[in-house]
């Protein structure tokens, strides 16, 4: 059964007895930016908080499999981060409709319409199905009954209809057949047009109605299948930044840009602890500073470039505070230091796997640069640590979201259901 998970690219070693994946060719590397969206930033922690809640009550479900030609190669595709989440340009149809649609991994059903209006071309297959999406920031796909199948493309496809389209992620690499819903409803998606889910296959099924048996395959699952990439890996690179919006990474189909992470890849399998086991799940360990100081105990939790914190479980994050210093603030929500508690501050140390990742002091902190940005203040500063909303033990007990996935270099592989980490430039910047 397989997974949706990240690997590294070009890589000859391994870690226990999981397979490392080697790729001939090079992914087309494509840049993406980061900007801040200005109606949702200040309410970071509630959202990730609703998103977390969500992805704890998503019900598993079973996952195809998809096989494809050697000889395909690897793309690296444009996304725009928000603060919120990544953006990637999708053109869906012949002649295609440019959709910004956010990068999820935490989700696998990919649909527009929440901004633009999809508009049926010729490439256009309607299907007497609705998808059934809910988000933990209020999404809802489809509340409506569907259509008859008899429905003449010429009109406007209703909004919460299951269509199958072409999606054309960069020139050259234009996927058919792909499963898309087209929005109803589109609360909480300011600015944006929809999601593109690159998460477990598994995700998306019993998301149809009333073919409730269907599990739609995601974009890299087509891209695979129809021989576009080589094998089923994403790679993700972020990077730390000050502005509201510059570019700052690159996410690649089929592979991965070798020049954009520093020495070894750490594998290590997805946990087997559900819910976690449902989406990129892993197991790590979170002590604090040169003493070593028990911060979360190994557990599990989720990979997530749909979170934009680093959220750990209340447990956890009474920890933090108590080592650190750390108040709440009430005007952003985030956890707050003065500039003297700051300059004491000490590192945070990830164990996935056999290895130790270090997660500096200036990791911790939100660019400061941007405190206006989320309501802060010049006084203070802000840190991504945020509270998970539960204490341990209830399967999800971190999530690893885009603001520590910006000092590290992670790729996703479905084949060999694991997870693949390594340090960057970045790792050690002091950005913010």
């Known amino acids: 059964m397989q997974r949706w998970i990240a690997i590294a690219l070009l890589l000859a070693t391994t870690v226990g007895a999981h397979l490392a994946v080697t790729i001939t060719k090079s992914p087309v590397s494509l840049p993406f930016a980061r900007r801040i969206n200005a109606t949702s930033i200040q309410n970071l922690l509630k959202i990730d908080q609703a998103r977390a809640k969500a992805l704890k009550t998503r019900t598993k479900a079973q996952r195809g499999s998809n096989k494809v030609s050697a000889s395909a190669a690897a793309f690296g595709i444009p996304a725009t981060n928000q603060a919120v989440d990544y953006i990637l340009n999708v053109g869906v149809g012949d002649p295609p409709t440019e959709f910004d649609l956010l990068v999820d991994t935490g989700s696998s059903n990919t649909w527009v319409g929440a901004g633009k209006q999809f508009t049926v071309t010729d490439t256009t297959l309607i299907t007497n199905d609705l998808v059934e999406v809910i988000y933990g920031s209020g999404f809802v796909l489809g509340k409506s009954p569907p259509p008859p199948p008899t429905v003449d493309k010429t009109i406007h496809v209703r909004q919460g209809q299951e269509v199958f389209d072409q999606i054309t992620l960069a020139p050259g ?13 589109d609360a909480g998606f300011d600015g944006v047009d929809g999601i593109i889910g690159i998460g477990p296959t598994d995700l998306t099924c019993a998301t149809l109605f009333p073919d409730t048996s269907d599990c739609p395959a995601t974009v890299t699952d087509n891209a695979f299948a129809q021989g576009l990439i080589e094998s089923s890996l994403v790679g993700i690179s972020f990077e730390p930044t000050t502005e509201l919006e510059t570019t700052n990474g690159e996410i690649s189909f089929g592979g991965v840009d070798t020049s954009k992470f520093t020495g070894d890849i750490t594998f290590v399998p997805l946990t087997t602890s559900a819910p976690a086991n449902e989406f990129v799940g892993i197991d790590q360990t979170i002590t604090y500073g040169a003493a070593g100081t028990p911060i979360l105990p190994s557990t ?133």
Do not use: H
């Not at 690499?173 to 409803?185: D, K, L, T």
């Open 173 to 185: 690499f234009v996927i058919s057949n792909q499963s898309i819903g087209v929005a109803i409803e």
């Open 300 to 432: 599990s939790g989720i990979t997530d470039t749909g979170t934009t914190l680093l959220l750990i479980a209340t447990d956890a994050i009474t920890a933090y505070q108590n080592v650190t210093g750390a108040v709440p603030d009430n005007n952003t929500g985030l956890l707050r230091l003065t500039p003297a508690q700051f300059a004491n501050l000490e590192s945070l140390f990830f164990t996935i796997g056999d290895t130790t990742f270090e997660f500096t002091p200036n990791a911790q902190a939100w660019p400061r640069a941007l405190n206006t940005a989320i309501g802060g203040t010049t006084d203070f500063v802000y840190l991504i640590v945020g509270d998970l909303g539960s204490n341990l033990g209830e399967g999800i007990d971190f999530i690893d979201g885009m603001t520590f996935l910006e000092r590290f270099y992670t790729v996703f592989d479905s084949a060999n259901n694991q997870f693949g980490i390594a340090t960057t430039p970045f790792t050690q910047a002091t950005t913010n």
